[in-house]
């Protein structure tokens, strides 16, 4: 096993970056080719978008077992596993024969990245201060904006020369490649003495108390529920610019670098900020931009429906104040000991992609052909956020002058 090493800390990073990317690629690189999909297939929209769903369950349902098993095997054997799960299912995405045997590769691809993505950010904890965590979980969060910024362009592209289906084969080749340069790369960063013995009944109490702990799971249903928003407008947008507007699927792919350079914006933005302002003040600026965000695209889809204009404006918005919201949410969230930070990053993991999988599903299954279903979402969302952060801030307030008594 690899043994903690200073010298190579500074990799970490860079190698998790790299297989976030890889990770959020495989969605990115086909979104432009949803609507083809679907016709080749002759499924209805709802039934195409459930490749995306069952990835985000697979994700989210490993991932609490990737999150255990980290904390008392070590980091970088349980991340292998879910890299190794990962290639098989993008094996099977290469060969799939049909809609179902896609959607079923698709969920073993999401069950190995989840198992990654956890102990992904359990890793940058283990290593890292809490304002070097925002900064790196907005390099990630960077990191998955810059997917489906270049992902959709590069998937139009192929389908265009190659057929929608070559996509699977690009996907396959970055998998296989990441899984040997994190093989070679990746170094443990928990170490034997903060590990726990594997321990099924231990390992349910862990999760139980994460799951009440009104900090981790509120914060991460904060993370969760705006990561969700954002899916619901993935979900639908491909068929409103595609099918209603009659933007070509080739020109859409620019249309889909919008949200993620905006996200990209508030992500610098966050990493410049959070040391002056803290990652607490970040995150209410966050949530306000995007609420600010959130309920312009509601007034926009509601009286001008077809405002293509109005709609990127309220996208952009809602994607600045994403960014600050995702990393805080998420370095607040971990905020647990050492040998509970997997199973932490496990509850964060499962909520987020539960939440990102439903409201894709039900902003497609509820789709009038406008982006209504994806804004309301949106708009509910950021109202409940508010809420829920100013639940925890009550909750720990009370808690301390109850542990000063």
Request: glycine share 10%; net charge positive; with cysteine.
């Amino acid at each position: 096993m690899t043994t903690l090493s200073n010298k190579n800390i500074y990799s970490l990073p860079i190698i998790l970056v790299l297989a976030t990317i890889v990770f959020e690629m495989s969605s990115d690189l086909y979104l432009p080719s949803l609507p083809e999909m679907a016709i080749f297939y002759g499924v209805p929209h709802h039934t195409i978008v459930m490749t995306i769903s069952t990835y985000m369950i697979g994700f989210s349902l490993m991932g609490l077992v990737g999150g255990a098993l980290s904390d008392s095997l070590g980091r970088k054997p349980v991340f292998m596993l879910g890299m190794g799960i990962f290639v098989i299912g993008s094996i099977g995405c290469y060969f799939a024969f049909d809609i179902y045997f896609l959607t079923l590769s698709r969920l073993v691809q999401g069950m190995g990245a989840g198992i990654s993505y956890v102990i992904s950010t359990a890793m940058i904890k283990d290593r890292f201060s809490d304002h070097l965590c925002s900064r790196l979980f907005s390099l990630m969060g960077t990191a998955i904006a810059l997917s489906p910024t270049v992902a959709p362009i590069i998937g139009s592209k192929i389908s265009a020369w190659w057929g929608w289906s070559f996509n699977f084969t690009v996907i396959l080749v970055a998998a296989v490649l990441t899984y040997i340069i994190c093989r070679i790369g990746l170094i443990e960063t928990l170490e034997v003495s903060k590990r726990q013995a594997l321990n099924f009944k231990t390992t349910l109490k862990s999760y139980g108390h994460l799951f009440l702990s009104r900090k981790t799971c509120g914060y991460a249903f904060i993370s969760g529920l705006t990561y969700g928003s954002l899916w619901a407008w993935i979900a639908v947008a491909p068929f409103f610019f595609i099918e209603r507007i009659g933007i070509s699927a080739a020109d859409y792919a620019y249309y889909a670098t919008i949200g993620p350079l905006s996200y990209m914006t508030g992500a610098f933005l966050n990493q410049f900020l959070v040391m002056r302002l803290g990652v607490d003040q970040l995150l209410k600026i966050g949530l306000t931009i995007i609420t600010v965000g959130s309920f312009y695209l509601n007034f926009i889809s509601f009286s001008h429906g077809l405002n293509k204009e109005g709609l990127i404006i309220g996208l952009i918005l809602f994607c600045v104040g994403l960014a600050p919201v995702f990393s805080n949410a998420a370095t607040r969230s971990l905020d647990v000991p050492p040998h509970q930070r997997g199973a932490a990053s496990a509850v964060l993991g499962l909520v987020e992609m539960i939440l990102a999988a439903v409201y894709a599903y039900g902003a497609s299954l509820f789709n009038d052909g406008s982006m209504r279903s994806a804004t309301v979402m949106m708009g509910g969302s950021a109202f409940l956020c508010i809420l829920l952060y100013i639940w925890i801030q009550q909750s720990i307030k009370y808690l301390h002058k109850t542990s000063a008594r």
